[in-house]
């Protein structure tokens, strides 16, 4: 483990390989292009460039994307 940063932002977003059947909506709505398809499946491969919109986890007809919380949010959400 290098960079806490570098581990923070590739868990910014996650696909659960068992639940995405391969729709592409995620690669088509993403203003980041953070998804490719690879073997039928999409793959976060651009997770640092991901600006937490929702819009793919929004899109998706399968619930197969999580987002991470910001930390900034966790952080408030302690502090009360
Ligand atoms: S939250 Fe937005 S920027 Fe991040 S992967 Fe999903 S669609 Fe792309
Ligand atoms: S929108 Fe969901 S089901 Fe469709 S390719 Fe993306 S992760 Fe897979």
New binding site residues.
């Given amino acids: 483990m290098k960079s806490n940063n570098t581990k923070k932002n590739l868990e910014l977003v996650k ?2 390989d068992a ?9 088509e ?1 993403c203003p980041k292009n953070v ?1 490719e ?1 690879r073997k039928g ?2 793959v976060p491969v651009r997770p640092e460039d991901c600006i937490l919109c929702g819009l ?1 986890q929004l ?7 999580e987002l991470e919380e910001r930390d900034h949010e966790k952080a408030s959400a302690a502090g009360e």
Avoid: E, H, Q, T
């Avoid at 899109?59 to 994307?65: E, L, Q, T, V």
């Fill in positions: 696909v659960n639940w995405c059947k391969g729709c592409r909506i995620c690669v709505f998804f398809m499946k999409s793919c899109r998706c007809p399968d619930f197969a994307i």
